[in-house]
């Protein structure tokens, strides 16, 4: 499974890089906002860092002013996917993006009638929200299963993203569904290294090494 690192912050990235686990990053406006550099100096260094794509998300509703907006984003990087809200105005411009080579990853999706219809138009990856949908009580790992399932179906090359992730068993329940990609927040990624059992381990192995005769 690929772990891409959900954070527009270039220390956390610059963090995760080094531990050899970073895949990609995901970032997204709101992500954006609380960084003190302008959006597109931060994207750049952040594709810098990144050894995979990095997702920059795309503001414009019309599709003729997303495929200018994901030209203009495609051309700061080589490694950038441009992330593109489902919808009918997203998916014809995915489809002249696809055409054209650039990555689509398609956001916000909540439903697997809107993924099928994203890898269709040409969308390199989609981005099921999970937390979200627990958020509202529906079952999200049951989304990421059917996705993962039609996907399998047909042959599908869409890569699906698990998003908006908010705790490791998210992570660990979409692996073991067999998602390809989980974006995670540099907080949940610091929680999936960590175990009480292995702080008390090596507590008491330091403890006992000072026992030993040397
Ligand atoms: C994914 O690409 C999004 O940036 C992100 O996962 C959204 O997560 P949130 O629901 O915590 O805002």
Not at 67 to 90: F, H, M, S, T
Not at 100 to 113: C, K
Request: contains cysteine.
């Amino acid at each position: 499974m690929k772990l891409f690192l959900d954070s527009a912050n270039l220390e956390e990235i610059r963090e995760v890089a080094g531990w050899g686990v970073l895949d990609g990053v995901t970032t997204n406006p709101s992500l954006c906002s609380k960084e003190n550099v302008t959006f597109e100096d931060n994207i750049r260094a952040i594709c810098a860092l990144t050894p995979g794509p990095v997702s920059a998300e795309c503001v414009s509703l019309r599709a003729e002013e997303i495929v200018v907006e994901a030209r203009a984003l495609a051309k700061i990087a080589p490694n950038i996917a441009v992330k593109i809200p489902v919808g009918l105005e997203g998916l014809k411009a995915t489809k002249t993006l696809h055409g054209e080579g650039i990555a689509v990853n398609m956001t916000l999706v909540f439903s697997s009638g809107q993924a099928l219809l994203a890898a269709k138009a040409g969308a390199r990856f989609v981005s099921p929200f999970i937390g979200r949908l627990d958020d509202v009580s529906e079952d999200s790992m049951a989304l990421i299963e059917e996705i993962v399932t039609i996907f399998e179906n047909y042959g599908l090359e869409t890569e699906v993203i698990v998003a908006s992730v908010r705790h490791p068993r998210h992570v660990i329940e979409a692996a073991l569904i067999g998602a390809h990609i989980a974006t995670v927040p540099y907080a949940v990624m610091q929680k999936l290294v960590k175990h009480p059992l292995t702080d008390i381990g090596i507590e008491r192995f330091l403890a006992d090494w000072g026992k030993v005769k040397k």
